[in-house]
């Protein structure tokens, strides 16, 4: 095959279930063995990812391809917009930050990308056999449809039959496929293949006649009825559930402090998949507490959100519970915000010219400047009580920090990388924890702290762990679509029919 056939999953709203069903379609696909790739023309999140090549995409996408057992590749998500107010974002292409934007501009220049986003999807297509497509929010926005690039304005692009998905979980599903389908003009309708629920929860058999009276009023068959799987996948940041975590029920409590503009919180997944740690995110000084440690993650606006902390008490509470020796780890923003300034000379951080005081828990200084860091990083840390652990992550910022004092750990090239200051600890490192050596020298210090036996846990790797999930959220989707007419809508023959006809 030449050039790739594709599949096309458009969702109702936001929060359907588009990503987690595109990576199981990948894992299906792959697993039946086909090459795969995942494409999403224009993603909004603060969630991203750094390539090999030092390019910034989406972590869904990133998400996909290991579904799909690739590696990620910025020709997946050539437009990542990643906002940075209520009404403007960071407009990221291919790769390469092309500027900042009010939604208003964004909108009026959207369309001009097409080249470029054509151009990442076929370059793809000329390299692997099934492109599995995800839309964003819904194709029927009437007042956006005009300008639509990344629904059944790509699927018309790129010839794509499309899956239509509504969220049951959150009620009135019929309503929500129904008239998502008669919103759409006569053409965009006929791409539509069939329809499919997602986190279903009960007995199937009650839901069965609502299902023939979808079909009779959509004249549209309905491909499966997927039920609410557990799978522990990354979420899209905006909808994510793990962010509403606020009580700890392990023996370990880390607090993570949700910063309004939080950004690549999938950085502590493997604390959470920890049996000793009990994550929750925090956004009080009551919900703050006495946690064994605090982590500051990062954040798309870290002069925002520093006065937000300012403002709300917690720079305060975090201070006084440093101040006692509880430990404090600073993640990229999070690591910028503990030191002793926060320059913005130009006003690019923030939107105008300011110096801000940091929390004044590491001896550092930060400066704004236009000109993003993304790369891609293996480093040791030689900050005790974590010294040799090894951490492979990526860089994504625009601060450059002057230290004073002991870094956190060492880069490959042996340049030293953050700073640590007694209990405290930063770096710009994302992803620091995916190894899984310093998640377990991590929780091991913080069971000496408390007088737990840290041998009482054996957690398995976050790559095996993945894995499983992937597997897990395959196999429940396997069970629960037609895949026959999945592939007899993109002119495929199932992988049995093809084995014999080969």
Request: proline fraction near 6%; glycine fraction near 10%.
């Amino acid at each position: 095959m030449s050039k790739a056939t594709c599949i096309m999953v458009q969702g109702t709203m936001s929060g359907a279930g588009k990503s987690l069903l595109c990576a199981a379609l990948c894992r299906i696909f792959a697993q039946d063995g086909w090459r795969v790739a995942p494409f999403k023309s224009q993603n909004m999140a603060l969630n991203s990812f750094v390539t090999r090549d030092g390019l910034e995409m989406g972590r869904a996408q990133v998400v996909q391809a290991q579904a799909a057992g690739v590696e990620p590749d910025v020709r997946m998500n050539p437009i990542l917009l990643k906002p940075s107010s209520d009404i403007g974002s960071q407009v990221i292409v291919n790769g390469e930050v092309r500027g900042q934007m009010p939604a208003a501009e964004y909108f009026r220049r959207k369309k001009q990308l097409i080249p470029d986003i054509l151009a990442a999807y076929n370059s793809l297509a000329e390299d692997f056999d099934i492109i599995v497509i995800e839309g964003a929010g819904s194709p029927a926005e009437i007042n956006l449809k005009a300008d639509d690039i990344v629904n059944m304005g790509l699927a018309k692009l790129v010839d794509a039959p499309v899956l239509l998905v509504g969220d049951i979980d959150r009620g009135g599903v019929f309503a929500q496929l129904f008239g998502t389908v008669e919103l759409l003009e006569p053409d965009e309708r006929a791409r539509i293949k069939g329809l499919v629920i997602n986190k279903f929860r009960g007995d199937v058999g009650i839901l069965r006649p609502g299902l023939a009276m979808l079909e009779e009023k959509t004249h549209l068959p309905v491909f499966g009825v997927v039920p609410y799987l557990k799978a522990d996948i990354e979420d899209e940041d905006s909808l994510s559930d793990r962010l509403q975590v606020k009580n700890a029920v392990k023996p370990l409590d880390a607090a993570i402090v949700r910063l309004p503009h939080i950004s690549n919180f999938t950085d502590f997944m493997p604390l959470e998949q920890h049996p000793l740690l009990g994550v929750r995110y925090v956004q009080t000084t009551r919900e703050l507490g006495a946690p064994d440690c605090v982590i500051l993650p990062g954040t798309k606006n870290t002069v925002d959100d520093l006065l937000w902390l300012r403002q709300c008490g917690l720079e305060a509470a975090i201070s006084k519970l440093a101040q006692r020796g509880t430990p404090v780890l600073g993640v990229c923003g999070g690591y910028q915000m503990l030191g002793q300034t926060l320059a913005d000379p130009e006003g690019t951080e923030s939107g105008r010219p300011q110096t801000l005081r940091g929390l004044g828990l590491l001896p550092t200084q930060t400066t704004f400047a236009a000109e993003k860091r993304r790369t891609q990083s293996q480093a040791t840390v030689t900050a005790e009580p974590f010294a040799g652990a090894h951490l492979t992550g990526y860089e994504i910022h625009t601060g450059r920090t002057t230290v004073q004092g002991a870094p956190f750990c060492t880069l490959a090239d042996g340049t030293p990388e953050g700073c640590v200051q007694g209990q405290v600890f930063g770096t710009y490192l994302h992803g620091l924890f995916d190894s899984g050596e310093l998640t377990e020298q991590f929780a091991a210090y913080l069971c000496r702290r408390k007088g737990i036996d840290p041998a009482a846990a054996a957690p398995i790797s976050m790559q095996e762990y993945r894995t499983q999930q992937l597997d897990l959220l395959a196999d429940g989707v396997r069970h629960n679509l037609d895949l026959a007419a999945v592939y007899a809508a993109m002119g495929l023959a199932q992988p049995a029919e093809r084995g014999n006809d080969q």
